[in-house]
């Protein structure tokens, strides 16, 4: 579903990033994950293979990215802000029964034809309710 950059290194060069060494693990990390991780998150499972690695570094580094339209925050409210790579343009939709953020192709719906002569840099589409698991149990 997910295309993945095989040089994240050039990859990043190309988008005007110094590709350091934890920028390239935080990167892939990022292009692995399917949870739209929090910084704590990335710190925690990167951090036990990477010691020199900190938590400073990685909120910095998904600073850099936000900045550099590779990386969306996912609004959703009551956790620490959650992000995911802005390519592919998707949606999302936020269980409010389990909390887990799902990937929703947008292929179904293109940008609108008013957006034709816009510079679209980035795509927040959020859908929020409850999961197939989660209906029907309790409502929140
Ligand atoms: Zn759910
Ligand atoms: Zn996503």
């Known amino acids: 579903m997910r295309t993945i950059v095989n040089q994240p290194e ?27 991780p929090s910084v704590s998150k990335i710190f925690e499972d990167l951090h036990p293979h990477i010691p020199s690695l900190s938590r400073a570094t990685v909120y910095n580094t998904i600073n850099l990215f936000l900045e550099k339209h590779l990386v969306i925050p996912v609004p959703v409210e009551g956790t620490e802000a959650r992000y995911d790579l802005s390519e592919p343009i998707h949606a999302h939709f936020f269980c409010t029964g389990c909390g887990q953020i799902f990937d929703i192709d947008t292929k179904a719906f293109p940008l609108p034809a008013e957006l034709k002569d816009f510079d679209v840099t980035e795509t927040h589409v959020l859908f929020k309710g409850q999961c197939p698991q989660c209906v029907g149990k309790t409502s929140s």
């Open 10 to 36: 050039v990859f990043l060069r190309q988008k005007g990033i110094k590709a350091s060494f934890q920028r390239v693990r935080i990167f892939d990390y990022l292009q692995n994950s399917r949870e739209h």
